[in-house]
């Protein structure tokens, strides 16, 4: 164990809420608008999709205590800033010193052809869309996490950094951010795709565009068969009476 994890352990829960509500008063103090982490009991995500992101992260994250404290930071309030971008998470973690750490995540895009599976997914759940839209992520479109396309990124889709002393693999900071990320994705699910390199704007739109195609294409064969059935009746001279 470093000096620095030392002196971690040694800080109290209370002075790390201390030192973070006074990194997010300094900030608003100097006119920069911060988007905390709040985790309001013990629970981190309360949803299924958040929880799956934590177990996900879990299998690969598990270094020594990191996870441990990683929980305690984010419920702590240690997370002050956290922005999920295209492929990008850039979050501010307050650690012991004054100065909050710079935590980034990079996730690596969809290819293309899981990009397709996502949006062939979609498509086949029309109407869990709207469940989507409405903040949920659908059971039914589960297998998006981890088969079909796979938001969740592998070990190998991700990489990590943090501006703290002790960095090597992996910091309590870069793991309090995973889980911040999760109740992000509890209150938007639509952080999955962000993530992933794909706008989910762009991929609803895609998805009902192509749904209307696919009722327009039906319409045309029965009318191309009204039509066949009238030229049948024009064959035999069926409107004639
Ligand atoms: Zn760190």
């Known amino acids: 164990m470093s000096w620095s994890d030392d002196f971690y352990s040694s800080m109290s829960v209370d002075e790390l809420r201390e030192k973070a509500r006074k990194a997010l008063r300094e900030a608003e103090g ?35 205590n990191r996870l441990p404290r990683g929980r305690s930071y984010v419920r702590n309030g240690a997370v002050i ?12 973690v307050q650690g012991s010193r004054s ?13 293309k052809a899981k990009m397709k599976k996502v949006s062939a997914l979609c498509s086949r759940e029309l109407d869990s869309l709207e469940e989507l839209v409405k903040g949920k992520f659908p059971k039914s479109l589960e297998t998006l996490l981890t088969e079909e396309g796979a938001l969740f990124p592998t070990a190998r889709e991700i ?25 992000r994705l509890d209150e938007n699910p639509f952080y999955f795709f962000i993530l992933r ?17 696919k009722l327009l294409a039906h319409r045309d064969v029965k ?13 035999f001279h069926l409107e004639e009476e």
Request: charged share 30%; with cysteine; net charge negative.
């Open 30 to 64: 100097k006119g920069r608008h911060l988007a905390p982490v709040i985790v309001p009991g013990r629970t981190i995500c309360r949803t299924w999709w958040g929880k799956a992101w934590c177990r996900n992260m879990e299998q690969y994250l598990d270094y020594e």
């Open 81 to 92: 800033d956290l922005i999920i971008g295209e492929g990008k998470v850039s979050a501010l």
């Open 197 to 213: 390199g794909m706008d989910p704007e762009a991929l609803l739109r895609h998805t009902v565009e192509d749904h209307v195609e």
């Open 159 to 183: 990489r990590f950094d943090c501006s703290c002393p002790d960095w090597a693999l992996m910091c309590k900071h870069v793991a309090a951010v995973m889980y911040g990320i999760g109740v």
């Open 223 to 235: 009318n191309d068969r009204i039509i066949a059935d009238a030229e049948m009746e024009k064959l």
């Open 99 to 111: 100065r909050p750490y710079e935590v980034e995540i990079r996730v690596s895009a969809l290819g």
